[in-house]
């Protein structure tokens, strides 16, 4: 095979991948909203991904932040997991978005100090995983996590597309997060089709 042959294969690869991960995180979100309104309360993808439209710069940092805590939290569940993939998952997710959410804090502390509370408005797009092990617990995640990611990737080209970066930081934060957690999506899409065929019971059913 010839090396523009295999060049156009791989990234029709990679374009398959990237429309099955979209295709997860829509449906997650689609069966979360038909959930009862107490599993909403915990999980609340729809609702949250409605309300993260960007409006400016620092409303797109302080939900960025408000966003990213989130993960940083259900990510600290995954130590309990039996996978050293979704433990190596959950330290990388710790680790970079931790850091960015110190960055971003201090950024909107800098540039908007009136504006560097807690997102107006945030809702909740991750169930409670302390109560989850095994399978559960790596399922979860990813179900939750995968539309999780689309919805900073979404926001992120939002900002970037508007030109409301007031920024050259900020316009290269929400690059890096355009691509890095689009990159993480398929990888955790990936997980989701190998160790549980794409879908499973609902979060603690026997299978």
Known sequence: MGIA?????????????????????????????????????????????????????????????????????????????????????????????????ATMRAWLDMWYPGRSGTATGYQPMIRDLSGLSGDALDNAFLLDMIPHHMAAVTMSRQLLMSGRAQHSATAGFAIRVRDARHVEMIRMQRYLAHWFKGWSMPCGMPK
């Open 5 to 101: 042959a295999g060049s156009a294969l791989a990234a029709v690869a990679v374009t398959g991948l990237a429309a099955t991960a979209t295709g997860i995180a829509q449906q997650a979100i689609v069966e979360q909203h038909n959930a009862t309104p107490t599993d909403r309360s915990l999980t609340g993808p729809y609702g949250a991904t409605r309300s993260m439209n960007v409006t400016d710069e620092p409303g797109y940092l302080a939900r960025m932040v408000a966003h990213d805590q989130e993960a940083v939290t259900a990510a600290r569940q995954l130590r309990r997991s039996d996978r050293p993939q979704m433990r190596a998952l959950g330290t990388a997710i710790i680790d970079r978005q931790g850091a960015d959410v």
